[in-house]
């Protein structure tokens, strides 16, 4: 399966938020958080249902923690919605799919 | 999609029901819900299954008894309930919009971390209130943690931050811990942990733009005298929630909310639903205990889906 969702560090992560469409979602996650794991397929699965509607990244926080920090990230998994540049809708945690959809449609 | 027996949860009760139900011929169907491995997967040492001579992780536990249930043929759907109707003719709705029917339903949920229910503890869950250790111990480093809580998870909870944070702060509303031994002593033996007694979170504060923790207000349970502690995180590990709201009113439950069962059986009030592992036990609640009790659980569906009565008598 294709993924829909782009890796992001610091080499690439201007160019995504500054890229295409107005809406990008991001997906802040670790290798050793267990309910970042269990959230992946989810949100691989929003990213394709929702592939015309934003743009979606995730981002390991142990290789950009730098981009963790400047999103104030203290918990993971958190996906953050941001619509012109700007966080709209923030998700903390593992929740069902349809509580990620709703995010990323409210944007 | 229809299956005779479906098994909800997958943590140990819900994988073990699986393996036996699945050697038994049932075919069963195991959805996983919205933490596949359940629990167990943000613990890390786990000494106490039996079987393993050296600590094993958690994570690592429920990736061997998935495996084992894959191997034995279990079918095994990522899948999320969210409504559930148990009687005339059992039928589950789900989050990936698929409807499930089965003849019968071995209900293993587990539970569900407990907060404290502050307003303020809902505000800062963005930036420093956290049920899980295991994932955002990370972002502690050097610096001052608190963990809310006197259970084994609480105790696991400190002792994991301590390796990380500069301090742990462990705030308990009695005198003494309910953890093992064992962990308790770990607990009084670390240099970076403290316990504040006699004490309850009354309140959480932190910065309003951006809402970032910068400490917690205490109750003393003793003469009801407030005191500030600063911190930078606050870890909420107060116990667990039996996961039964898909069930709302239909099956009974004990006054601690865990469903309720018939003495020494698995069996609910339902004919054809059981219930095994956190989600059924309030006595015991441990892994071994879940595993057993989904054992117990797929024993006894056999039973129902055969025809036969559930209690072999002695």
């Known amino acids: 399966m294709t993924t829909d969702v782009t890796t992001l560090d610091a080499s690439n992560f201007d160019s995504f938020i500054n890229g295409q469409g107005r809406v990008k979602v991001l997906r802040f996650w670790a290798t050793w958080c267990r309910p970042c794991i269990a959230l992946e397929p989810t949100y691989n699965e929003v990213a394709s249902e929702l592939a015309d509607t934003a743009a979606f990244g995730e981002v390991d926080i142990d290789k950009a923690p730098e981009i963790a920090g400047a999103f104030g990230i203290r918990s993971v998994p958190t996906v953050v919605v941001m619509k012109d540049g700007q966080p709209v809708n923030v998700v903390v945690g593992l929740n069902p799919k349809a509580q990620y959809l709703q995010a990323v449609k409210a944007a | ?314």
């Open chain 2, 1 to 314: 999609m229809h299956r005779k027996l479906i098994i909800l949860g997958s943590g140990p009760a819900g994988y073990t029901a699986a393996i036996y139900a699945a050697r038994a011929g049932l075919e069963p169907l195991l959805l996983t819900g919205l933490e596949p491995g359940g629990q167990l997967t943000i613990t890390t040492d786990v000494e106490n299954y039996p079987g393993f001579a050296d600590p094993i992780q958690g994570p690592w536990l429920m990736e061997q008894m998935r495996d084992q249930a894959l191997r034995m043929g279990v079918e095994v759907i990522n899948d999320i309930i969210l409504g559930a109707q148990l009687e005339y003719g059992i039928c589950l709705t789900s989050d990936s919009g698929t409807h499930y029917g089965a003849d019968a339903l071995i209900i293993a949920t587990g539970a569900k971390a407990r907060w404290l229910g502050l307003p303020s503890e809902t505000a800062f869950q963005r930036g420093g209130v956290s049920a899980c250790a295991t994932c955002d111990g990370f972002f502690y480093r050097g610096r001052t943690v608190v963990v809310v809580g006197g259970g084994n998870t609480a105790v696991e909870e400190a002792l994991f931050l301590a390796g990380i944070a500069e301090k742990v702060i462990l705030i308990h509303r009695r005198d003494s811990l309910r953890a093992e031994k064992v962990m308790q002593d770990r607990l009084f033996a670390h240099p970076k942990i403290e316990v504040q007694w006699h004490s309850e979170v009354a309140e959480i504060t932190g910065t309003d733009s951006p809402k970032i923790v910068t400490g917690v207000t205490l109750r003393d349970i003793r003469d009801g005298s407030l005191r500030d502690l600063p911190t930078d995180g606050v870890f909420v590990a107060i116990g667990h929630d039996p996961a039964t709201e898909i069930f709302g009113t239909q099956l009974p439950l004990r006054p601690g909310g865990t469903i309720l069962t018939k003495p020494d059986s698995t069996a609910t009030a339902i004919p054809g639903v059981f219930a095994a592992g956190d989600v059924a036990d309030d006595q015991f609640r441990q892994a071994v205990t879940a595993a057993g009790q989904g054992c117990m659980a797929a024993l006894e569906a056999e039973r129902y889906l055969a025809g036969l009565p559930l209690a072999v008598p002695a």
